[in-house]
């Protein structure tokens, strides 16, 4: 990246901090500090990365930089955008133009209009399908995928075309906003290098994630949060061994919280099961399915995989692969062209499937207008020991799926998940969105849960060390869609 030393900082964040106003029983009315004195800069030619915890204000930080914090929002400190105060006017001039963001969830796609339109639509100068056609081949997009509705793709296409959206806007400033859960490592790596470019052409870059390990490749400086306030801005160099080079406990222990360093003591269970343990004509079973959308080619075809009761199986391949639609089938939400999907030696279907899927988008399945109570006591959990062994705290459950992080959400998702008639989890992509300290605990929890009331789990994941460390075998799901 340019040295950016002795220049004026593109974007200077001062004290920030933010509350809601909210309202309890009586209308009487209360404040909740959410972020408080955050500091940050980011120069020309400069990418930042933001870490910490699920829920710390990250993806605040992002919407009071952009001004789209909701009316009942108190922001209080200093934000400046090349030395000037980023009042509301300027934001709204700003924004989209010189500011623009790379989204967290993938519903900030138009789901009525081709990719390739949203892309073009930014594009303020010259030939635009040209240009919208060279930022899909830098991210790896494949032929075709503009003519392609959201729905049509994965989730890590998806997330391909939101950093093309912003990519195509010419900003000077790009908050990228979690913009690479679900990718496989060969389109992340295509990804990474197409930011470093961006900053070496003078861009600056806020890098809001929860993956430490892309964070450290692309990243000059790490600012780390921890209950929406600064703890710690490092330089990359100093996340290595133990994190002796680091100053902050939280910021060492999400550093030793990462699979591949010490994750959780005792949460390596390759090989814990024997290949021939017998089962009895029990297990899940896959039998030769198949599924392709409309008039394209075949995501797979007869394919087929065995879980048992009680162990746990990796499954990883590349973005768009199918993974996420052999997932939807086997769970009931999609029918298989052909073949089988039997639990127990038993054909599952309807309401009463044991075979429970996590989604690897938790906004697109929770409904909006339920208060997350409610999505608890329709989904039958109502274990209050283990909501808090989720990290699930209590006065959520009053609030509305708006009102969480993506991370928080993930959480409901896993825990309505683990009623007491569930007999198969598939996690799909199910830690994406959680800092390594919870989605450590959260995997020590599920393997738990699976030892104790011998639950069959199929972790479907782009994270190799993630896999390595929670299952007993692994699969290359490009091995077996026999296409």
Not at 322 to 349: C, D, F, P, W
Not at 418 to 443: G, R
Request: net charge positive.
């Amino acid at each position: 990246m340019k040295n950016s030393k002795g220049n004026e900082p593109l974007l200077e964040v001062k004290n920030l901090s933010l509350s809601f106003i909210q309202y309890k029983k009586g209308l009487r009315e209360t404040k909740l500090q959410v972020v408080r004195d955050l500091n940050m800069t980011i120069h020309k030619g400069e990418i930042v990365a933001v870490i910490g915890a699920s829920g710390s204000g990250k993806s605040l930080l992002a919407n009071a930089v952009l001004g789209i914090l909701p009316d009942h929002a108190l922001l209080d400190g200093t934000l400046n955008y090349k030395g000037e105060a980023l009042t509301s006017d300027r934001q709204r001039q700003l924004r989209g133009n010189q500011i623009s963001l790379i989204p967290q969830s993938v519903n900030a796609l138009d789901p009525l209009m081709k990719t390739g339109k949203q892309v073009q639509s930014v594009i303020r100068k010259g030939n635009k399908k040209k240009a919208q056609q060279s930022i899909f081949a830098e991210v790896g997009l494949p032929i075709g995928t503009a003519e392609k509705y959201p729905f049509e793709l994965s989730g890590g296409m998806a997330r391909r075309v939101l950093a093309s959206t912003a990519m195509a806007s010419g900003a000077d400033l790009i908050i990228a906003d979690e913009p690479t859960p679900g990718l496989d490592p060969k389109v992340l790596n295509e990804t990474v290098g197409y930011m470093k470019q961006l900053a070496l052409d003078g861009k600056g870059i806020m890098f809001i994630t929860h993956d430490i390990e892309t964070a450290l490749k692309i990243a000059d400086r790490v600012v780390v949060f921890k209950e929406g306030k600064t703890v710690e801005i490092a330089d990359a160099n100093n996340f290595t061994g133990n994190g002796e080079k680091l100053k902050h406990s939280f910021t060492k222990q999400l550093w030793n919280a990462m699979p591949q360093n010490a994750f959780i003591e005792g949460v390596n269970l390759q090989g814990r099961l024997p290949e021939s343990i017998e089962t009895d004509g029990q297990g899940l079973k896959v039998e030769r399915i198949s599924y392709h959308y409309g008039k394209n080619p075949y995501l797979f075809r007869d394919l087929e995989l065995y879980v048992k009761p009680g162990e746990a199986v990796g499954l990883h391949g590349y973005s768009g692969s199918g993974k996420s639609t052999m997932a939807q089938i086997i769970a009931g939400y999609l029918k298989s062209e052909t073949g089988r999907i039997s639990v127990n030696g038993k054909t599952a279907s309807g309401s009463k499937n044991p075979v429970q899927l996590v989604w690897q988008h938790p906004e697109k399945v929770i409904n909006p207008r339920w208060q997350m109570s409610k999505v608890l006591r329709e989904a039958g959990m109502t274990d209050n020991g283990l909501l808090g062994e989720l990290g699930i705290r209590q006065e959520w459950l009053s609030r509305w799926p708006s009102e969480l992080s993506g991370g928080e959400l993930q959480r409901f998702c896993v825990a309505r998940a683990l009623h007491k008639d569930t007999k198969y989890i598939i996690a799909d992509e199910m830690t994406t969105m959680l800092d390594p300290i919870t989605q450590a605990h959260l995997w020590q929890t599920i393997l738990r849960l699976a030892d104790e009331r011998n639950i069959g789990v199929l972790a479907i994941s782009h994270d190799y060390d993630l896999l390595k460390r929670v299952s007993n075998r692994m699969i290359n799901f490009n091995h077996i869609t026999n296409v």
